[in-house]
């Protein structure tokens, strides 16, 4: 297939519906990014180019390319335990914290979860607490926008490369099984404490419950002020007072909401529900 080209005009109508369909802000000159993801979905779909498909989604959309072209833009780059922090400051403070409030069983968010390594890897990191003495418990929920994630998620298989990205060989060798030659699959005790369904961060948070701690990490900056405005103000709703949102180490909540209070904590920094 030859490379996509894309004008100006038709990239920005691209942005523009991109925006409104899931919040990510596309930046300018990221024709190659987006010629990069859909092209293969063009291709298959027959569609000769970036403004037909543009046309077709503002036009005549169907539930199944709209979530396609949403799935093939989203980032879906994971790890196991990215960036040590939150998970130490899970095992080392909040844990703690919740065993003596007596919060049973912990809830705990894992939004834009992708194919499932950090919901997966706070389940490790509860079992590592109580390894040392803790008697907690979670229930953890993992969301993404992309069914094609959500679904990976549940099934908690990986290439062995997969398994291996973040992951000390210690660790492999306890949460998971080895499954034929080339993959790894969460062990049941890991996987039991998770849930995963689709969810897109714009839209409405009523089914998903009320949440101790919540991860919403490298997830807001892909979107627009508004939106990361509108996104912070949703989760202090589903997040109980005296509970904690953990962004990434690059986001700030700056300006985005007095619902939380920063906290500082072994050289990072977390958020506190008010109240």
């Not at 109508?13 to 993801?37: D, M, N």
């Not at 293969?40 to 503002?58: H, K, M, N, S, Y």
């Not at 291996?164 to 996987?191: I, S, T, Y």
Request: charge should be positive.
């Amino acid at each position: 297939m030859a490379a996509l080209s894309i004008g100006e005009e038709e990239y920005q109508a691209f942005a523009r519906f991109l925006e409104r369909a899931c919040g990510i802000v596309l930046g300018p000159s990221k024709q190659y990014l987006v010629a990069s993801r859909l092209g293969p979905l063009l291709e298959a779909e027959g569609i000769p180019d970036l403004a037909t498909l543009v046309q077709r989604l503002e036009q005549r959309p169907t539930a199944d390319l709209k979530g396609r072209v949403i799935e093939a833009m989203t980032t879906n780059e994971t790890q196991w335990f990215r960036d040590s922090f939150p998970f130490d400051v899970l095992r080392k403070h909040l844990l703690p914290e919740m065993e003596r409030r007596r919060v049973w069983p912990v809830r705990i968010w894992s939004a834009a979860c992708s194919s499932g390594q950090e919901a997966y890897s706070i389940s490790m990191t509860v079992d590592e607490y109580n390894d040392g003495g803790g008697r907690m418990e979670a229930e953890i929920v993992g969301t993404d926008i992309s069914a094609g994630m959500v679904e990976e998620a549940r099934r908690g298989r990986y290439t062995a490369n997969v398994a291996r990205r973040g992951l000390a060989p210690e660790r492999q060798k306890r949460f998971f099984d080895a499954v034929g030659e080339n993959a790894w699959e969460v062990k049941p005790a890991v996987r039991r404490r998770t849930s995963f369904r689709v969810h897109n961060l714009l839209e409405s948070y009523a089914g998903l419950g009320r949440f101790d701690i919540v991860y919403c990490r490298n997830v807001l900056i892909y979107f627009g002020w508004e939106s990361r405005r509108d996104i912070v103000q949703r989760i202090a709703g589903v997040t109980r007072p005296g509970g904690y949102l953990i962004v990434g180490a690059s986001e700030s909540l700056a300006r985005h909401s007095d619902e939380f209070e920063l906290v500082r904590l072994d050289g990072g920094v977390i958020y506190r529900r008010r109240g």
